[in-house]
């Protein structure tokens, strides 16, 4: 059972997203347990600050590190307590595989400016969703839980979906396809239709080494590549340096 703890002061943000597909499906299972926390809940004077303005002067307004750091230590104990902010590191599914594997992950939200730098010490890793500024942290913290939690044995139905995925491999997903077989004139690969598990596994293989040399070939660097895959790049390369017909 993985279980994750929110916090955030718009927990409402969060409570409908755990109510439908296989999320609610997964905490019904008791396979993971979603709690959500309102960081107002632990601000103590009697308006229930959680913010303030900034030292130094400059716009918005930034959480206070008494009122956050209460609310993160009355989670404890957490294997994890993730900061979720642009400066952190990454989400890619290394970490996401690496924090499936923990017992309890409390996802900190921030709002307006941020937080104030120093609750960087009571958390055990920043983490950013991407190179860009949420207006808060909670689509962050959803992102988390939605790329781990379908790691969890018995979240996704069949336990083989994940290993293919985009990324699993270090390589992006071969294309899909389902039926019809026939949509505007675009036609279904025919491999796919041919029965023959072999050919489809090496169609797949080849169009997602393709399609990453393509569009992430910085990706390659650290995909986990056999020989007939480094043939097949080499062979995808040279059909590419070759002068068109
Ligand atoms: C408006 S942002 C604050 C941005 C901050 N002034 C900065 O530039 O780093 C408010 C909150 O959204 C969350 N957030 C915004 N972008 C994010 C991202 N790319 N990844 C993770 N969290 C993010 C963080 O929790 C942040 O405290």
């Given at each position: ?20 597909a296989?999320?609610?499906?997964a ?129 996704l ?35 796919l ?53």
């Open positions: 059972m993985l279980r994750y703890t929110v916090l955030t002061l718009f927990p409402r943000l969060i409570e409908p997203w755990m109510q439908e296989l999320l609610a499906k905490v019904q299972r008791g396979l993971i347990e979603i709690r959500v926390r309102d960081i107002r809940n632990y601000a103590k004077d009697k308006h229930r600050q959680v913010d303030d303005y900034p030292y130094g002067g400059g716009a918005g307004m930034v959480l206070r590190p008494d009122v956050v750091v209460a609310a993160i230590e009355d989670q404890l104990p957490a294997d994890e307590v993730i900061l979720l902010t642009p400066a952190g590191e990454p989400l890619r599914q290394p970490l996401a595989e690496e924090l499936a594997a923990k017992d309890h992950l409390v996802l900190v939200s921030g709002r307006y400016e941020g937080i104030d730098a120093r609750v960087e010490n009571f958390v055990t890793r920043e983490v950013s969703i991407g190179d860009f500024v949420l207006m808060g942290g909670e689509v962050a913290a959803l992102a988390v839980i939605e790329a781990t939690a379908r790691l969890v044995p018995g979240v139905g069949d336990p083989e979906s994940h290993r293919l995925d985009s990324f699993s491999w270090g390589l992006l997903d071969y294309p899909q396809y389902t039926r019809p077989p026939e949509f505007r004139g675009l036609k279904v690969p025919e491999v239709t041919s029965g023959h598990h072999g050919k489809v596994a090496e169609w797949r293989r080849r169009e997602a080494l393709k399609r990453t040399l393509e569009r992430r070939p910085d990706l390659l660097a650290h995909a986990r590549l056999n020989p007939e895959d480094l043939r097949l790049l080499a062979q995808l390369d040279a059909d590419e340096d070759a002068p068109a017909p």
